[in-house]
């Protein structure tokens, strides 16, 4: 089990960019398939960005273009940079991890067993 703790949400205005942080622990992110997903009141949980095991990576079309998942095997730290934000992009994100695997199939599932508290993005108009 991974323990994950997010950082880097707070208030921007559309057109804004914030980058969100993931500090892992107790596993090495390199072998966890790690995720973002959001949530915002009212609405179900959405599946944000993804990156395998090998660092290959895919996005809801809702942020194509706009978001970037990445990882820093150093600090043991997952990231999303944000940028040309929406209010539609306003939630809170959780960033979530799972063992990928000894070959890293697991990330091909898309589900995730471990969970980060959240950290809150508000995009105002």
């Known amino acids: 089990q991974v323990q994950l703790v997010e950082s880097g949400g707070g208030s921007v205005q559309t057109g804004g960019s914030l980058r969100l942080s993931c500090l892992a622990s107790g596993g090495i992110v390199s072998r966890y398939c790690l995720g973002w997903f959001r949530q915002a009141p009212g609405k179900e949980r959405e599946g944000v960005a993804h990156m395998t095991v090998y660092g290959s990576t895919n996005y809801a079309d809702s942020v194509k273009g706009r978001f970037t998942i990445s990882r820093d095997n150093a600090q043991n730290t997952l990231y999303l940079q944000m940028n040309s934000l929406k209010p539609e992009d306003s939630a809170m994100y959780y960033c979530?991890?799972?063992?990928?695997?000894?070959?890293?199939?697991?990330?091909?599932?898309?589900?995730?067993?471990?969970w980060g508290q959240g950290t809150q993005v508000t995009v105002s108009s």
């Open positions: 979530a991890a799972r063992w990928g695997g000894i070959y890293g199939e697991y990330c091909n599932m898309l589900t995730y067993d471990d």
